[in-house]
């Protein structure tokens, strides 16, 4: 299931101890930036698709871009 999370709820689930993968799925600025959120996992948008067996399954996975 695909739904929204605010920053704020992805805040309170951290400190509530539950395991979030961000997923960091930027276009433009995914080749410039080494910019990324502690943990994060980054793969370029086009190439997720690829990448589905590396993602854990059952967790919480945050997606964000630019």
Do not use: F
Not at 43 to 66: A, R, S
């Amino acid at each position: 299931m695909i739904q929204r999370i605010t920053p704020e709820e992805v805040n309170n689930s951290i400190e509530r101890g539950e395991y979030i993968l961000p997923l960091d799925v930027r276009r433009a600025s995914w080749d410039e930036s080494n910019v990324k959120i502690k943990g994060a996992l980054r793969i370029h948008p086009d190439e997720v698709i690829n990448h589905l067996d590396e993602l854990p399954k059952g967790k919480l996975i945050v997606t964000y871009c630019t």
